[in-house]
C-alpha cells in the first residue's frame, strides 16, 4: 500500500460531506435524491444497478470504489461541456497519486491500465427552468477487487488496480485525494478560459487514443436494436474508420479519415483498432 497520509483537515472535510451506504442501487441515482446537496459526496462500497454512458450497465461488486459528487453549479450548460474530459485528467491525477501507477484515457472518459479499464466515469446534469440544477460527477473506481470478480467477457477488457499492480489501495486514502482532485477540477470549470488549458494539455498527454486508427460506432450504423459494441464484433466494415489526430478546447477528438477530411467527435463510442 502506498504511504501516503491524509492531513486531518482534509479526513475532517470528507466526513463532512460524505454520505456512506454499504450498497445502493446507484450513487449517481441517489444523487438526484432532493437530500443530497451542493458539495456532498454519496459513497457505495457496492452498487447493484451501476450505470455507465448509453444505458450500459458498470459492473460494481466489493473491493471498488462507487462515488458521486453533487454540485449545484452557478454556471450556464455550456460551461459545463469539459467536465468530463477534466474529470478524467483529475481521476487519473487521483490514481497516480495513490496507487504509484501511470494510467491511460481512452477518449473519452476511460482510465486503463495495462490496457484494461480500471475506472469509469459519468458525469450527468440534472436542469430546473432551463438551468442546470445539479452536476453529478459519478466515478466507478476498480481497486481492490479480485482478478476472479471479473468474469467472462469483462475479464477481457476491465480488471482492478490490485489485480493489476499485486497491491492493494486504502480506500479511504483514495476518496479523499480524489475528493482533492475533483474539487480542483471543478473550481477550474466554474472559472473557464485559462484555468482548463492544463487540463486540455494533460489529456492529451496521456490519451492513448491519439495517433491510433479507430472506428466510430455511430449507434444509427448498427442494426436496430443491436449495441453498437457487438455490431462491431460481427462486422466492422458498418462503421467508417478514421485516424485519431487531437483532443479539441472541448475535449472534442479530432479525427482525420483516409480522404484528407477531419471531423470532431464530443460523444459516443470508438473501437481502437
Ligand atoms: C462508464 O464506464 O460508462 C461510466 C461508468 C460510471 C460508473 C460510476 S460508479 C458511481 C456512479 N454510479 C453509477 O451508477 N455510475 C457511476
Given amino acids: 500500500m502506498k504511504d501516503i497520509s491524509i492531513p486531518e483537515e482534509v479526513k475532517r ?52 470504489i462507487y462515488v458521486s459528487f453533487c454540485f449545484e453549479p452557478r454556471i ?11 474529470c478524467a485528467v483529475a481521476v487519473r491525477r487521483a490514481i497516480k497519486r495513490c496507487c504509484d501507477v501511470s494510467p491511460e484515457i481512452k477518449w473519452t472518459n476511460d482510465i486503463l491500465l495495462c490496457g484494461k479499464k480500471i475506472c469509469g466515469i459519468l458525469a450527468e446534469t440534472t436542469f430546473e427552468g432551463g ?10 473506481i476498480n481497486l481492490n477487487q479480485s482478478k476472479e470478480s471479473f468474469e467472462g467477457e469483462l475479464s477481457e477488457t476491465a480488471s482492478s488496480i490490485s489485480a493489476l499492480t499485486c497491491k492493494n489501495t486504502d480506500p479511504e486514502l483514495m476518496s479523499a485525494v480524489l475528493m482533492e482532485e475533483i474539487d ?4 477550474a470549470l466554474c472559472e473557464g478560459g485559462n484555468a482548463i488549458l492544463p487540463y ?24 436496430e436494436g443491436t449495441d453498437p459494441r457487438k455490431a462491431f464484433a460481427e462486422d466492422p466494415s458498418i462503421f467508417p474508420s478514421a485516424t485519431a489526430v487531437d483532443i479539441d478546447e472541448s475535449f472534442g477528438l479530432i479525427v482525420r479519415y483516409a480522404d484528407g477530411k477531419r471531423e470532431t467527435l464530443f460523444s459516443g463510442e470508438i473501437s481502437i483498432r
Wanted: glycine letters at 10%; a positive charge; proline letters at 5%.
Fill in 76 to 86: 450556464g450548460a455550456k460551461k459545463l461541456i469539459p467536465v468530463t474530459g477534466m
Fill in 200 to 223: 486540455i494539455e494533460e489529456y492529451r498527454v496521456h490519451c492513448s487514443t491519439l495517433g491510433k486508427e479507430i472506428h466510430i460506432l455511430h449507434p444509427s450504423l448498427a442494426p
Fill in 13 to 64: 472535510l470528507l466526513k463532512s460531506r460524505l454520505i456512506i451506504h454499504e450498497s445502493l442501487p446507484s450513487t449517481n441515482e441517489y444523487c438526484k435524491k432532493d437530500l443530497v446537496r451542493d458539495g456532498q459526496i454519496v459513497l457505495a462500497q457496492k452498487q447493484t444497478s451501476g450505470h455507465g454512458r448509453m444505458g450500459r450497465s458498470f459492473v460494481s461488486k466489493e473491493g471498488g
Fill in 184 to 187: 480542483r477540477a471543478y473550481k
Fill in 131 to 140: 438551468r442546470p440544477k445539479k452536476l453529478i460527477i459519478g466515478i466507478g
